[in-house]
């Protein structure tokens, strides 16, 4: 197989720019989530890759060979489309085998189908037409179409939008060995953190036509590099506040209404950077009774349950608001109590208030 490489691949649609300057590169059997916001130009970078679009500057390569200019079914690229984009008048079997008529013997058109329907579980439904397939036995015909041909790179935009719940997650939990079987280099869009962080390798995180960061899943969490990635990554978001670190007695400190708070730092933390934004995770709240050493007071204005855990929202004494994210077993007090809120030094992230990039030691803390 062959990997895919963008090299600074730019495109615009007159004063847009929905890919700037894009450079990436995805292994052979490697699954590279593309994700950020509504309109950060994720899908038209899928649409360059696939012969849609051709890029304004740089190249795009599969194997080292430049595809820029290649007719869509010369490239070596499989998709498969939000909405599914199945042939409406066409059975789910015709649909899957649609792309490869062309190319091989109907004996091995049929065998390949019954191979990959028998894959993804819809050798029953492979009769019927589209309008008779619910929206998951849909996205998995369109998904095996993709794979049928054996791409060398498939790209899959938001495929698991427009299922139910429940199969979104079983597909979570499938995709990743299912994908990485077929050995190609996978891109897989999509607007769910969650997803992104279930199914990639690495990451890479599109804002406004710009790859802001790439990384693995556990540190683009652990360590964004910019407010903008922090606020991408989790449910509820991060808490910020505006602050100014200062070195006392030796230790990096700020104050948060009125509270002196102990930070994490070492020799690539600057004491002088003037005010900065802290931000702490929701999970990573400590609500005490008790006040303690480094503990913000604060009111617990509401109290909201989320599945397995409690999100509360918490008043500080300047008018302040945060969330805190705790399991059932760590819930104290209920609405209008007072408490305090404590977190660790190494769960507290610095961002230069100006730029938004993340300033500090590099924290090793897991995802949660």
């Known amino acids: 197989m062959a990997r895919l490489e963008l090299d600074s691949v730019g495109k615009a649609f ?13 292994e052979p059997g490697e699954i590279v989530a593309v994700f950020g916001p509504s309109g950060g130009g994720k899908t038209v970078l899928l649409r360059m890759i696939a012969g849609m679009f051709e890029p304004d500057d740089g190249d795009i390569l599969v194997g080292g060979r430049s595809i820029v200019g290649a007719p869509p079914e010369q490239r070596g690229v499989g998709m498969a489309f939000q909405n599914f984009a199945l042939f409406p008048h066409m059975s789910a079997q015709e649909n899957i085998a649609s792309g490869l008529r062309a190319k091989v013997g109907s004996g091995e058109v049929a065998s390949r189908v019954t191979s990959i329907s028998r894959l993804l579980k819809i050798e029953h439904v492979l009769g019927h037409m589209p309008r008779e397939l619910s929206n998951g036995q849909k996205q998995r015909t369109a998904l095996a179409r993709a794979l049928i041909g054996n791409p060398e790179v498939l790209l899959l935009d938001d495929p698991l939008r427009n299922v139910d719940a429940k199969l979104r997650y079983e597909m979570r939990l499938e995709l990743p060995s299912l994908l990485r079987r077929s050995s190609a280099a996978v891109l897989y869009v999509t607007q769910d953190y969650r997803e992104a962080m279930a199914i990639a390798d690495r990451i890479a995180v599109l804002i406004n036509g710009r790859l ?32 100014t670190p200062q070195a006392v007695q030796g230790a990096l400190c700020a104050e948060i ?14 004491v002088d950077h003037g005010v900065c934004w802290l931000g702490v995770r929701p999970d990573d709240l400590v609500i005490a009774r008790d006040f303690g050493e480094g ?74």
Do not use: K
């Open 14 to 26: 007159g004063a847009v720019h929905c890919a700037d300057g894009l450079s990436l590169v995805v």
């Open 212 to 243: 802001v960061q790439v990384g693995r899943p556990e540190e683009i969490y652990a360590r964004p590099a910019s407010v903008a990635v922090a606020r991408l990554f989790g449910d509820p978001s991060i808490n910020l506040a505006e602050v």
């Open 257 to 270: 209404a009125g509270t002196r708070v102990l930070l994490e730092s070492d020799e690539r933390t600057p």
């Open 295 to 368: 503990a913000i007071p604060a009111r617990i204005v509401a109290i909201t349950p989320m599945h397995e855990r409690a999100v509360l929202l918490l008043r500080f004494a300047d008018g302040t608001e945060w969330l805190a994210a705790l399991p059932p077993d760590a819930m104290v007090g209920s609405a209008e109590d007072s408490v305090f809120v404590r977190f660790a030094p190494d769960a507290a992230l610095l961002f230069d208030r100006a730029t938004g990039l993340r300033i500090g030691p590099q924290q090793r803390r897991q995802a949660a």
